[in-house]
């Protein structure tokens, strides 16, 4: 074993015969048992969550983002700081939501009305950092005509398909909120609490950033009044110009179409 570390150690400039300190040895060794043990002690932790779940949650469904989809459990469990009670809390909350929402039954047919009105959508490219991007176009959401059920079914049903794209290693989406000829009719402080609500409860760390885009004044009171409501999550958000998108976010080629102009 000490072997295999001191060649791990050993730079690739330097020659066969350059000793390895002893400590530098000492320190990968533990940082190897440190990752196996980190390694076994999660897979137990989500055995236990999963028997825990089972024998006082057995009513709640199997299979993928069920009781038993240990990929969910364990992403729960990193949120929650590997706290095994507090992470059965938060799941139970969460696949009880999606039964009830009805999550698992959305389709691009049964969004298609409101999808038409392109309030929302999901950007056919990545951002520069591999993340996949849900765009909103505020100026097109109208909370006195359109159905506040349907806008939620809508948002969730772009979540998951913005999951959906997650490329392997990525773990968390950017949110854009395109604020030009944004009114106050348009604006939805029920609706702006959902959209957080849904991230924080059900798909917790999944936003890794929201870009709030050309936000003009008349934006400014909602946010005021929203913020507190968002505790951590506000850290999330970035008040930014087009300019900053182009620059910072995405090459020529990938841009949004809406930002191009």
């Not at 002893?22 to 055995?47: G, I, M, P």
């Not at 024998?55 to 983002?65: A, F, M, W």
């Not at 990193?78 to 009830?100: G, H, M, P, Y």
Request: with cysteine; aromatic share 12%.
């Amino acid at each position: 074993m000490a072997a295999r570390l001191s060649l791990t150690l050993r730079h690739p400039f330097l020659p066969a015969s350059y000793p390895i300190p002893a400590r530098a040895t000492q320190f990968r060794r533990c940082a190897v048992e440190n990752c196996v043990s980190d390694s076994y002690d999660s897979r137990k932790l989500v055995l236990e969550v999963k028997e825990k779940l089972e024998r006082e949650y057995s009513s709640l469904p199997l299979g993928r983002n069920g009781r038993d989809d240990e990929k969910m459990i364990l992403w729960f469990l990193k949120d929650r700081k590997f706290s095994v009670d507090d992470a059965v809390a938060k799941l139970t909350k969460a696949i009880n939501w999606r039964q009830e929402f009805g999550v698992d039954e959305l389709s691009e047919d049964s969004v298609k009305g409101m999808a038409e009105t392109g309030k929302a959508f999901v950007h056919e490219f990545l951002d520069v950092n591999g993340r996949p991007v849900l765009i909103v176009v505020a100026a097109k959401h109208l909370p006195a005509v359109h159905d506040p059920l349907e806008d939620e079914k809508l948002c969730v049903f772009y979540v998951e398909k913005a999951l959906s794209k997650l490329p392997t290693g990525k773990e968390d989406i950017l949110g854009i909120i395109d604020l030009r000829g944004f009114s106050t009719e348009n604006a939805d402080l029920r609706f702006l609490t959902f959209l957080f609500d849904v991230f924080y409860f059900y798909y917790p760390k999944r936003l890794g950033q929201v870009l709030f885009v050309e936000a003009p004044s008349v934006f400014r009171p909602l946010w005021q009044l929203t913020k507190p409501l968002l505790k951590s999550y506000a850290s999330l958000a970035r008040f930014c110009s087009i300019d900053t998108i182009r620059k910072e976010y995405f090459t020529e080629d990938t841009l949004p179409a809406i930002f191009k102009d």
